[in-house]
């Protein structure tokens, strides 16, 4: 148990579908963070909040829309994605960032949502 | 973009022996991180070198970091079949966590 709970484990959707996935954490962590893996890539990172507000958006397509209600949750919105976007989708938590600047702290991760795309 | 690369890409041993991963990286660091990836879990965080140590211990794994050569190794003694697992190394580059693609380690029984 990591103290990062991910819902779904496992999501198959249509091109067409819109669907969201959700992320909680019980550790008090005031930073949270959305990565997408990929097979035979690194860990790309996607999002990035601290206390609620936004602090990276690393490029990502506006299919993808980010919400973080309070440090506790956060939620990836998906809408109109492509064949490229299966991927296992990672969530992750730790202590706040330093003026929206991650440094040393280690990140707590769940255990992911599988996504397909057909 | 990548910060550090892990080598080998995979690694096949037998229990009971010693497993060494490495690391490269490009830009100076603060301190650099390892982490385990299970199949099908998410990652967990093993161990962190503070870029003015050279050497940490955590039960079996012992990380070595040299600066000079920009690199970092993770060893496992004693290895278990629980070990088997993927392992990366991770490092901070404009306030971001950025992750090698890891090296992929088959423990035996």
């Known amino acids: 148990e990591t103290g990062v709970t991910q819902t779904p484990r496992h999501l198959v959707m249509g091109m067409t579908n819109k669907k969201s996935l959700k992320c909680e954490q019980h550790?008090?962590?005031?930073?949270m963070y959305w990565y997408k893996q990929s097979a035979k890539k690194p860990l790309e990172l996607m999002f990035v909040?601290?206390?609620?507000?936004?602090?990276e958006n690393n490029s990502v397509p506006s299919r993808f829309s980010p919400e973080c209600p309070n440090s506790s949750h956060l939620f990836l919105h998906l809408h109109t994605l492509q064949p490229e976007d299966s991927a296992l989708y990672l969530c992750?938590?730790?202590?706040?960032?330093?003026?929206?600047?991650?440094?040393?702290?280690?990140?707590?991760f769940g255990d992911g949502t599988r996504l397909s795309i057909l | 973009s990548q910060q550090g690369e892990e080598d080998p890409q995979a690694l096949s041993i037998q229990e009971g022996e010693n497993a060494t991963m490495n690391c490269s990286y490009k830009?100076?660091?603060?301190?650099l991180q390892w982490y385990r990836q299970n199949s099908g879990r998410g990652l967990v965080h093993l161990i962190l070198?503070?870029?003015?140590?050279r050497e940490k211990h955590s039960g079996r794994l012992r990380v070595t970091l040299d600066t000079s050569k920009k690199s970092s190794s993770l060893l496992i003694t004693a290895s278990r079949a629980a070990d088997t697992a993927s392992y990366f190394c991770?490092?901070?580059?404009?306030?971001?966590?950025?992750f090698g693609q890891g090296t992929t380690l088959q423990v035996k029984p």
């Open positions: 909040y601290n206390f609620k507000e936004q602090t």
């Open positions: 991770a490092t901070v580059k404009t306030g971001k966590l950025i």
């Open positions: 992750a938590s730790s202590q706040s960032l330093i003026q929206g600047l991650y440094s040393n702290q280690p990140q707590h």
């Open positions: 070198i503070r870029s003015n140590e």
């Open positions: 550790l008090g962590h005031n930073a």
């Open positions: 830009t100076s660091i603060n301190n």
